[in-house]
């Protein structure tokens, strides 16, 4: 198991990616604390994650990521409960497509608390115990819009840029502290958001993707297990695009 003995954070925990890349870290041997947004979708995914595996060791918690003080008290109580925290995955974000000319200014403030804000709030507690411990691994999730921008909507591309830089910079700051930070930018993906649309739509959207579909939950958090693993041992300041090789 790639994972034996490593306790992890992984926040939107609840579902989508968030709830694949806990399942997979629970199948290799990892205790982890899902964040999620509300106590009645943390104690649901648990529900679920209990029936599926009854000896998987994994909690939640609902701290207001956009919330620096909330934040770093749920990673202290995450560190109190389990010893260690070895691995942070800062995945929770919100995505919108409002055109710049109805753009509020409150809405661009939403998406970059959530999407940048709560990234470094979650990071901020998470590296003191990291470098106490002799080092530790943090994953964020970025956007294949990251690379490319996308046509309306600009205040997602534009956190997700930010998500780079912070992944690449801190990479360079934490290397010496046997910290490593990588991020996963995942191309379109069969969360709630895409499934349920249309499937004409879907098919129109695999037609530009080179390998013909749309990504799997499953596809994007197989990234991030390689990346908390001791197989990216030597692997840090990576965006790792999990995209079907699409780039519009
Ligand atoms: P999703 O909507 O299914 O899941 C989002 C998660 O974030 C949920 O667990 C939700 O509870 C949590 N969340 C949302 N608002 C929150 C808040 N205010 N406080 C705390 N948690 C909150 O979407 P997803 O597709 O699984 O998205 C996960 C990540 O993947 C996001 O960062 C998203 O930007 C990124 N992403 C998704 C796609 C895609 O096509 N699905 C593509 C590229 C990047």
Redesign the pocket.
Do not use: E, H, Q
């Given at each position: 198991m790639l994972l034996e003995g490593k306790v992890a954070i992984v926040?939107?925990?609840?579902?989508?990616?968030?709830?694949e890349i806990v399942r997979k870290y629970l199948n290799n041997g990892a205790k982890v604390v899902l964040?999620?947004?509300?106590q009645e979708?943390v104690d649901k995914a648990l529900a679920q994650l209990k029936a599926e595996n009854a000896v998987w060791e994994v909690d939640g918690m609902?701290p207001?990521?956009?919330d620096a003080a909330e934040v770093e008290k749920a990673v202290l109580a995450v560190k109190d409960k389990f010893g260690r925290l070895d691995i942070l995955v800062n995945?929770?974000?919100?995505?919108q497509s409002t055109s710049i000319y109805d753009y509020k200014a409150e809405e661009f403030d939403k998406v970059i608390d959530?999407?940048v804000k709560?990234l470094f709030y979650a990071i901020l507690p998470a590296v003191k115990i990291m470098k106490e411990q002799g080092g530790g691994c943090i994953l964020n999730?970025?956007?294949?819009?990251s690379i490319s921008g996308q046509s309306s909507g600009v205040g997602?591309p534009t956190s997700?840029f930010a998500v780079n830089g912070l992944t690449l910079s801190l990479a360079r700051e934490l290397g010496r502290d046997n910290i490593r930070v990588n991020a996963v930018?995942?191309?379109?993906?069969?969360?709630?958001?895409?499934a349920a649309l249309p499937q004409p739509v879907i098919d129109r959207i695999s037609a530009q993707i080179p390998l013909g579909r749309?990504?799997e939950?499953e596809d994007?958090a197989n990234a991030f297990l390689y990346l908390a693993s001791d197989l990216a041992s030597y692997v840090t300041g990576e965006i790792l695009s999990v995209d079907g090789a699409c780039r519009v």
């Open positions: 926040t939107g925990g609840t579902r989508g990616i968030g709830y964040f999620g947004s509300r979708t609902c207001k990521l956009t995945n929770a974000g919100i995505s959530l999407n709560a999730t970025s956007s294949m819009v997602y997700k930018a995942p191309g379109v993906t069969k969360t709630d958001m895409v749309p990504g939950p994007v």
